[in-house]
């Protein structure tokens, strides 16, 4: 089932991607309070099984307008043809991109470290997705330091809105460099450090795109290619084993 997008919404972005990079905000007045991006961290003070928590962790996440300020069409349109390959989701939250790639991926590997988070995109990819997309989409528990990927298992990693949280990095990336085939990509997407409406993270966790850069390449990741104006908020990196 592919996933609605209001006529409003529609016009939001067929604007935007007309004007490339640009000074305007798609958002500044629908969004004044803005989320907490996904993270493959629980929310301090929060409860494993507590419902009314994972509740409240939902809402930040996945807000209404998130699909208008995250382009999810922009950022798997970047990824090319994906009927042939396995997509490992890292930082996958309530799975807001694996169950669109479910769609088109051959394969779709969801990880996340919150128990909670692989429960609730366990049960909701019943309602929202055909049964043949469901049979494409697995949910798997990573650790902090490891996603619990298979050498040769998944043709593409993504990375959205997890990397800052992420703790020593460029071992992080090491790990994803062994598990991928020869040819295999990363790709992150994680929020500028710029002035904007989104507040969380705040700016002096953020990352510059020059560092991120520069951790893919010291990870032994070549041919990376940064597009920082495809999204108003946010910049994508794709590197290549």
């Not at 609605?4 to 604007?15: A, E, G, M, Y």
């Not at 419902?51 to 807000?63: E, G, H, I, T, V």
């Not at 990095?169 to 409406?197: C, E, H, S, W």
């Amino acid at each position: 089932m592919k996933i609605n997008i209001q006529l409003t919404q529609l016009l939001w972005v067929f604007s935007l991607l007309l004007l490339g990079c640009s000074n305007d905000d798609p958002i500044a007045e629908q969004n004044t309070k803005a989320p907490k991006p996904d993270t493959t961290a629980q929310e301090p003070g929060s409860v494993p099984g507590d419902s009314a928590s994972l509740q409240n962790l939902l809402k930040q996440y996945d807000p209404p307008g998130r699909d208008v300020w995250q382009k999810p069409e922009v950022v798997i349109g970047k990824l090319g043809d994906l009927s042939k390959k396995t997509v490992a989701d890292i930082g996958a939250g309530s799975g807001f991109f694996s169950r669109r790639l479910a769609q088109q991926a051959k394969r779709v590997i969801a990880v996340d470290i919150d128990p909670r988070f692989i429960h609730f995109m366990d049960s909701i990819k019943k309602v929202e997705l055909k049964p043949e997309y469901q049979q494409r989409f697995e949910t798997r528990l990573g650790m902090p330091s490891d996603p619990k990927l298979k050498p040769n298992e998944a043709d593409i990693v993504l990375v959205v809105n997890t990397y800052i949280y992420i703790q020593d990095r460029v071992a992080y990336l090491k790990n994803l460099l062994n598990v991928l085939p020869t040819g295999g990509q990363i790709v992150v997407v994680d929020f500028k450090k710029k002035r904007m409406p989104i507040k969380y993270p705040t700016a002096n966790v953020r990352m510059e795109l020059y560092e991120v850069e520069n951790e893919l390449e010291a990870a032994g990741f070549s041919k990376i290619q940064s597009d920082d104006c495809a999204l108003d908020y946010q910049y994508i990196v794709m590197a290549t084993k």
